[in-house]
């Protein structure tokens, strides 16, 4: 199929948008880029093959170098007409192109927003030295970081164990996933300590952005165990 070279193009800007930091402002750029040669292309041979030669020849006829003949009405005709319709075509074609390219775009756009809402995202690196200043902030104290056995869940509590470990938390050796809580477990659930609200609070927005999703936040009143006990469970909240 002719678009197929178009829309594997666009599967690899997407991948460039999901890879690099700034990706789409990158997409853009690369796009642009793109537009920018071939149109550049395309006027070099429009001027040299054709409006140039042309340009010549009529320079030519008014300055009497040649003789107009009737005979070269027809001719000329014909290649001025040849020339209308290929830029129009080419107008046409640019057109099409870009309607379908944003057309997919959309539906791609459409697609990673519709997954981004039901999985996690791993932390990259700058928001887990973000993440993890926070906490070495608030000094030492104690966590337990658990999952549910999907593979977004399990990798956005990997890196939060990480995090804390980092920042020289007391973190208690569980299982990541299997634990009896973390089967049934449906998203994002965070109980801490009441009586240290200010210690609570922090934690709490800290782990709000790091996950840049909803968080279900409990205040326990028992003493013994972490001072912050962590589940991350599917984003997409069951109420069955």
């Known amino acids: 199929m002719a678009l197929e070279p178009i829309f ?12 690099l930091p700034r990706g789409k402002l990158v997409a853009k750029g690369l796009l642009s880029l793109g537009a920018a040669c071939a149109g550049w292309v395309m006027i ?4 040299l ?36 319709a290929i830029a129009f075509g080419l107008e046409r074609w640019i057109h099409f192109i870009e309607s379908r390219i944003s057309g997919r775009l959309n539906e791609l756009n459409t697609t990673l927003q519709r997954y981004q809402s039901i999985f996690w995202k791993p932390l990259d690196e700058s928001e887990k030295k973000q993440l993890t200043a926070t906490l070495t902030g608030l000094g030492k104290h104690s966590v337990s970081v658990s999952a549910h056995e999907n593979t ?7 890196d939060l164990r990480d995090c804390f470990e980092e920042a020289g938390w007391t973190v208690a050796r569980i299982p990541l996933t299997g634990t009896w809580n973390a089967a049934g477990a449906s998203g994002f659930t965070v109980w ?13 927005n800290a782990l709000v952005k790091a996950a840049k999703g909803p968080i279900q936040g409990h205040l326990v009143e028992k003493q013994d165990g972490p001072d912050v006990s962590i589940l991350v469970g599917p984003r997409r909240i069951r109420n069955d």
């Open 8 to 19: 594997d193009l666009v599967g690899t800007l997407e991948a460039i948008e999901s890879r």
């Open 152 to 158: 977004d869940c399990a990798e956005l509590a990997h």
């Open 44 to 47: 070099r041979f429009l001027a």
């Open 192 to 204: 801490q300590k009441a009586g240290i609200e200010a210690l609570n609070t922090v934690v709490l």
């Open 49 to 84: 093959d054709l409006f140039w030669p042309a340009g010549q020849l009529m320079v030519r006829a008014f300055s009497g170098t040649i003789t107009f003949s009737p005979k070269l009405a027809v001719p000329w005709a014909l290649g001025a007409g040849a020339a209308a």
